[in-house]
């Protein structure tokens, strides 16, 4: 089981084609905080599973069917199908 299953788990109950969710919308989905990488850098957001590289998170929204596009001005992510 992974710490990014509730995300998962939400995603797949969205309906729409797209979903935004703030930062700290999805920290408390997964009720536990983003780790600091995900405030600084976009590639922690991407879109490509390489599980050597650690980037787990991805199958959340790959797997639910989604691919993100994060805003870290914003610290925002709209989830798109």
């Known amino acids: 089981m992974s710490v990014y ?8 109950s969205v309906r729409e084609r797209s979903a ?4 700290s919308e999805i920290e408390a989905v997964l009720g536990r ?3 600091p ?27 639910a069917g989604f691919k993100a596009k994060v805003s870290l001005k914003h610290r925002a992510v709209e989830f798109h199908r």
Do not use: C, I
């Open 20 to 23: 935004r969710f703030t930062f």
């Open 33 to 35: 905080p983003l780790p």
């Open 5 to 12: 299953d509730p995300l998962r788990m939400k995603l797949e």
């Open 37 to 63: 990488s995900a405030y600084k850098f976009t590639a922690w957001w991407g879109n490509e599973v390489a599980r050597k590289a650690g980037h787990t998170q991805a199958f959340a929204w790959l797997d």
